[in-house]
């Protein structure tokens, strides 16, 4: 039996690493989602989570008996401009005929979860792992973790202080995988804490950190099957599973980059959260000065909200704000409060629907003051609106959207400063429907916004699908 080293918590044997030469059916710096697809010996599939993964490290090395090309490669996902999860595979490019050592891995204690079963009488192996891991990177790392890590580096991608790791380790007795699943707690608003925290005598000391855990024990058992399967070869894209391994196909579907704090964008901001959809923008420059996330109260699935702002001369001129979940959800989202606005201006509404899906949209006066329980992102656009000496009139006019096909969500509001065009309104009770008619500007401005909130709805609807033209 061939001794094999341990391999990032994968227990792999290898020899120093060398160039990726063979055609093994991934590239460098690919966009994959659903799967990743090799040409090595037994053409295994990896399966993906959800989303948009870059391989941004691949490396091969020979281990150190026969002399067989073994594959390695580290795959990122980024949701703004934060590492969300890294999943780094191990595949030989040929059968082992006396078959490959059973992990030492698959024999952990004192982690958080140990589901490995026992070894077959074939030298076959399923061995399942949960850990903690620190992700500050070592002194001493091998090439692919070298590549890691300058990649982050280079491109300015914050990482969690600790991840959890979720471990596979396959093998029918002639070949294997191994595969490490890497996601960062951060995203769903467990407290960072160090890897000592996540020990197995006190990660449940913190009941967001315990929950965290239960959740990926749940998981790991279920992508399980998934992970066997791509062993084997036996995914499909029938079953919802799609790979792409050139990257220039990739670019033209998923390759997106991270919204910038302070850029200034023009016709679309590209989101990179689930579903990876646009927002479209009013002509002219807007800058995002405000980008946050919160969390729904159910499932505790992450939410990325901000703001983007148009200013002429000193004056804020328009306002939009977005909300978008970072991954879709199994119970249906509650209807947006666009679809619910009491006494709106206007209501233009298709499809009020349920948590099942909706498109609504409402003309609503807006009060620019700050509300006592204003969310992080609204009072960090108010202090950036302090902080550069930029006016804003006591109202504003709001044409908001919520769109919805159950799984995802998108809300949009467009606010715009009516005093640029010579209407004023010093308060919110100038706007109600029965004092629009006791002036005229007042009056012909709301017909405008009625215009253009009509004929803008298909662009916010395409955004929502990521079908706008950038």
């Known amino acids: 039996m061939r001794r094999l080293m341990a391999f990032w918590g994968m227990v792999v044997a290898l020899a120093a690493a060398s160039p990726v030469l063979a055609d093994d059916g991934v590239q460098l710096g690919a966009t994959y989602r659903g799967m990743v697809q090799f040409k090595t010996y037994g053409s295994p599939q990896l399966p993906l989570p959800p989303g948009d993964w870059k391989l941004v490290g691949l490396t091969e090395s020979r281990s150190d008996t026969t002399n067989i090309r073994v594959l390695q490669g580290a795959l990122l996902q980024v949701r703004t401009g934060v590492m969300a999860g890294r999943v780094i595979f191990t595949v030989p490019d040929s059968p082992s005929r006396g078959g490959w050592a059973r992990p030492a891995n698959c024999e952990r204690k004192n982690i958080l979860a140990n589901f490995s079963a026992s070894a077959t009488m074939s030298g076959g192996y399923d061995c399942l792992t949960l850990e903690a891991v620190t992700m500050i990177r070592s002194a001493n790392a091998d090439k692919l973790g070298a590549q890691f890590y300058d990649y982050l580096d280079a491109n300015k991608i914050k990482k969690p202080g600790t991840a959890l790791s979720v471990g596979f380790n396959v093998s029918d007795g002639r070949t294997f995988v191994a595969a490490a699943y890497l996601f960062n707690p951060d ?19 913190e009941p967001k950190r315990a929950a965290y855990v239960e959740k990926m024990k749940s998981w790991a058992q279920e992508w399980r099957a998934k992970v066997i399967n791509g062993a084997k070869g036996n995914l499909s894209s029938s079953s919802g599973m799609a790979a792409m391994t050139s990257p ?43 980008i946050g996330e919160g969390q729904s109260d159910k499932e505790r699935i992450r939410l990325v909200r901000g703001y983007l702002i148009q200013t002429k001369g000193k004056a804020i ?68 609106l302090e902080k550069n000496g930029i006016e804003k009139p006591p109202t504003m006019i709001n044409i908001g959207y919520g769109l919805s096909n159950g799984a995802a969500y998108v809300t949009v509001e467009y606010q715009f400063n009516q005093s640029l065009d010579g209407v004023r309104a010093d308060n919110l009770a100038a706007w109600r429907a029965e004092r629009i008619g006791e002036d005229s500007r007042r009056r012909a401005y709301i017909e405008k916004m009625k215009a253009w909130a009509q004929e803008w709805h298909p662009k916010v609807e395409a955004g929502f699908k990521s079908a706008l033209t950038r």
Not at 190 to 205: E, F, G, I, N
Not at 259 to 265: C, E, L, M, T
């Open 187 to 205: 995203m769903e608003k467990v407290p960072p804490a160090v890897v000592t925290s996540w020990h197995l005598d006190r990660y449940k000391d």
């Open 248 to 290: 220039s196909a990739a670019k033209t579907v998923s390759s997106v980059a991270s919204p910038q704090i302070g850029k200034v964008y023009r016709d679309v901001l590209q989101l990179d959260t689930y579903g990876t959809p646009q927002i479209a923008l009013p002509p002219g420059d807007w800058k995002l000065v405000v």
């Open 317 to 384: 001129a328009g306002r939009v704000y977005f909300n978008v979940p970072d991954a879709p959800s199994s119970l249906g989202w509650a209807r947006s409060d666009n679809c619910t606005r009491k006494e709106p201006l206007a209501d233009l509404t298709r499809n009020a629907g349920s948590s099942k899906g909706y498109d609504c949209a409402s003309i609503t006066a807006y009060g620019t003051g700050l509300p006592k329980n204003a969310m992080p992102q609204l009072k960090q656009f108010h202090d950036y």
